[in-house]
């Protein structure tokens, strides 16, 4: 086996780790808001998905094809139940409306159960395997019931987005920033999603795509450690 499937397990774990780190940052700050909170469980959910993802590719890794496709099931769970708290927190932080919060996440919720009662049921398609990692393809049926779920996240994330930055053009400011580049972060995460999700790239592409979401996790760690840290500037220099 090529030592290239290590690639892949380093940057899962670091997503992992990453994602642990900035949502001990969020969870630690006084005076959590609901949005926050549904932050702060989206990357604890995601850095779970990401260790059980490394798990899994190093058990492929160790020629191991059975442990493989079972971390496979449990990654998987994780990817259906770690959406609905990206969507709460792009509804509450944009609407402040419980009853459209609930909505919107109950809506996500219901799509992503669905998605993996018929994972469950259909079971793997077919496994792509090459020296970068192993893919698992989802059945046609169970990615079309996530798909309402995903491209809803996606429309609700780009809507927040959009709003932003008519209101930067219109005032000349941000209108929050932490909530600006958290949901810049979770479109980034979002997009490169739905490659994975579908299992088709097995080789270096599928690296790439690892990349990106180190990139949107390292976003929430910057969020989670503005909150803790604090520049000053110092006129002068050392010892006057």
Do not use: K
């Amino acid at each position: 086996m090529s030592n290239a499937v290590l690639y892949n397990v380093f940057t899962c774990w670091m997503v992992t780790l990453i994602g642990l780190a900035a949502a001990r940052d969020l969870f630690a700050r006084p005076r959590l808001t609901t949005a926050w909170r549904a932050f702060s469980w989206f990357w604890t959910l995601a850095a779970i998905l990401w260790a059980l993802a490394g798990l899994r590719l190093l058990a492929y890794y160790l020629g191991l094809p059975r442990l493989d496709r079972l971390f496979f099931y449990g990654d998987e769970f994780f990817v259906a139940l770690h959406l609905a708290p990206a969507v709460i927190f792009v509804a509450e932080s944009r609407w402040a409306d419980r009853r459209l919060t609930v909505a919107c996440g109950g809506f996500v919720a219901l799509f992503s159960l669905l998605f993996f009662v018929v994972f469950v049921a259909q079971g793997i398609t077919r496994t792509i395997s090459t020296d970068w990692a192993s893919e698992h393809e989802l059945p046609r049926a169970a990615f079309f019931c996530f798909l309402p779920a995903y491209l809803f996240c996606v429309a609700l994330v780009v809507y927040s987005i959009i709003s932003d930055v008519a209101a930067r053009l219109r005032s000349g400011a941000w209108p929050d920033g932490e909530r600006v580049l958290a949901t810049a972060g979770m479109l980034v995460y979002s997009l490169a999603g739905i490659a994975d999700v579908r299992g088709i790239w097995a080789g270096w592409r599928l690296l790439l795509i690892r990349v990106v979401y180190l990139t949107a996790a390292l976003t929430a760690f910057w969020i989670g450690r503005s909150g803790r840290t604090r520049i000053e500037v110092v006129r002068g220099g050392r010892g006057e």
